[in-house]
């Protein structure tokens, strides 16, 4: 994060402001950034919802603070002095007038103002509050205005392109921020520091060193409050379309000329353009599904997908995804990446294996264990933030045995002040105009392209075997074949081990 604040005046306009996103995300990102001074001098929030006071406002975005912030609760004086800039405005936002009231609450007199619209809202209603910031004239300046968007973009790339069209009919594609809260990780970030600061990973990071890339992003938790979302949604959509291939583009994709948003995105586009397209008749061999069953997790019995609240008790939804993927290319061809994501899994943890090559020939005896530990770069993002080495070392004395060791760094070991909140880190760059973290209309467009036959397959084909996985496992038998027909094997998340290294393969 630039450790400087924007220089001109920002009104930021927080649509659905006593909603969830703000409550949990927004308003402890917002307050963060304020306690490290990245907020400019003249810096201004108005929350608008339905029904909503300034009192109201203030109470519901200090407990989100308490919750959520990396901080923890905020000080008396503290709150006091970030609610100076706090102002609300109830309107419904679906009443064309009420954006004229907006506009004149937010005044002509504020022309150099940035301004941001936020909007935390349904996606139901982008087309209703777009249509009303172009009709009062809020859309102008587009250096200056910005208007922010959450997924879920749609749940189809028919869907998307209907939303995409509605942003675009009344804001430039440079004014459209697209978020996804993956990328503001600091260790998703040092994916493209790791790779092209360091001249000793470029030269070995293709098919002739790497044997797979395997991509997982698991969780402990079931569905929770969010089953009205999840049955219209799944794991495909949920995770793998947004977070899980923007993961993948940053570890395919080619060096960018500069640290530029333009050429960054470009860069990553490409890599999804280069992606084999999967036959509607081969989606079984490329993708797996899954949903958990009832079972136990750090001794606690987990109810069932189908028996949570608010799910249909033959509910068809998918809360686990496997998918291969090929990038048609001369840096990966023929090099598999494999992407997995699912609730109610044996451990919460985000990382990305990128599995070498074994060595070509053996000269150690067979009893010495090369070969039996995949040599390996782990990145680590959550829980743990940092990277792993492992690769093989001789123990000790004799006879002549070989061992996996890890070399690591850490984030929280190697740096003075803590990470950022991914939150924070997004707003910030937002504030400064500065769209590389975020995701550009091509972009949404071919991941939603890329996956269309897995999604157009599983709806047409009910899957006969939910649930196919009990709660606290590593998903459904259905995943372990996906790559056992390649002769490969998932790779087990890693976790700091005061000594020794975790088991590699289940």
Not at 257 to 273: E, G, H, T
Not at 279 to 286: C, E, G, K, N, T
Not at 468 to 483: C, D, F, I, K, T
Request: charge should be negative; glycine fraction near 8%; proline fraction near 7%.
């Amino acid at each position: 994060m630039e450790n400087k604040p924007p220089s001109q005046t920002t009104q930021f306009i927080l649509f659905g402001a006593m909603g969830d996103l703000a409550w949990r995300l927004v308003g402890p990102a917002l307050f963060n950034l304020y306690l490290d001074g990245q907020l400019s001098p003249g810096f201004r929030v108005l929350g608008v919802d339905r029904e909503v006071t300034v009192d109201a406002l203030s109470a519901r975005l200090r407990d989100g603070v308490r919750q959520f912030s990396r901080r923890g609760a905020p000080s008396a004086e503290q709150w006091d002095r970030f609610c100076t800039a706090l102002d609300v405005l109830a309107m419904d936002l679906q009443d064309s007038a009420s954006y004229t009231t907006l506009a004149n609450r937010l005044g002509d007199g504020q022309s150099d103002a940035i301004r941001v619209f936020y909007l935390a809202i349904p996606p139901g209603l982008f087309d209703a509050v777009a249509g009303g910031l172009a009709a009062a004239g809020l859309n102008g300046n587009e250096s200056r205005t910005r208007i922010v968007v959450e997924k879920p973009l749609g749940h189809d790339l028919a869907s998307f392109r209907a939303i995409d069209r509605t942003l675009r009919e009344h804001f430039a594609e440079c004014q459209i921020y697209r978020m996804d809260h993956f990328l503001g990780k600091e260790t998703v970030q040092n994916i493209l520091a790791l790779r092209f600061a360091n001249p000793i990973f470029e030269p070995i990071w293709n098919r002739r060193y790497i044997d797979h890339v395997t991509i997982t992003v698991a969780e402990k938790i079931g569905v929770g409050h969010r089953a009205g979302y999840y049955e219209r949604a799944g794991a495909l959509r949920d995770m793998v379309q947004n977070h899980l291939l923007q993961l993948m583009c940053l570890v395919a994709m080619e060096p960018p000329v500069a640290y530029d948003a333009d050429d960054i995105r470009n860069k990553k586009l490409d890599v999804l353009r280069a992606c084999r397209s999967i036959p509607v008749d081969q989606v079984s061999a490329f993708a797996v599904r899954g949903q958990y069953a009832s079972g136990w997790i750090e001794g606690q019995q987990t109810a069932g997908y189908r028996d949570e609240p608010g799910i249909a008790p033959d509910s068809n939804v998918e809360t686990y995804a496997a998918v291969k993927l090929l990038v048609d290319n001369w840096r990966w061809q023929d090099v598999p990446f494999y992407l997995r994501t699912g609730k109610c899994l044996a451990d919460a943890v985000s990382e990305i294996s990128i599995r070498f090559r074994d060595v070509p020939h053996n000269a150690f005896p067979a009893v010495s264990g090369v070969n039996s530990q995949p040599v390996r770069l782990v990145i680590q993002i959550q829980p743990q933030e940092g990277i792993i080495l492992k690769f093989m070392a001789k123990e000790p004395g004799s006879p002549l045995r070989l061992r996996p060791v890890d070399m690591r760094f850490a984030y929280g070991e190697a740096f003075s002040r803590p990470s950022p909140a991914a939150y924070e880190t997004l707003l910030h760059d937002l504030l400064l105009g500065d769209a590389t973290l975020f995701m550009r209309s091509d972009q949404v467009q071919a991941a939603w392209q890329l996956l269309m036959p897995i999604i157009e397959t599983w709806q047409a084909n009910p899957a006969p075997d939910f649930p196919n996985y009990p709660a606290g496992s590593w998903g459904p038998e259905a995943a372990e074949r996906l790559v056992a027909r390649d002769g490969r094997a998932w790779l087990t998340p890693s976790q700091w081990h005061p000594r020794g290294a975790a088991s590699d393969e289940h």
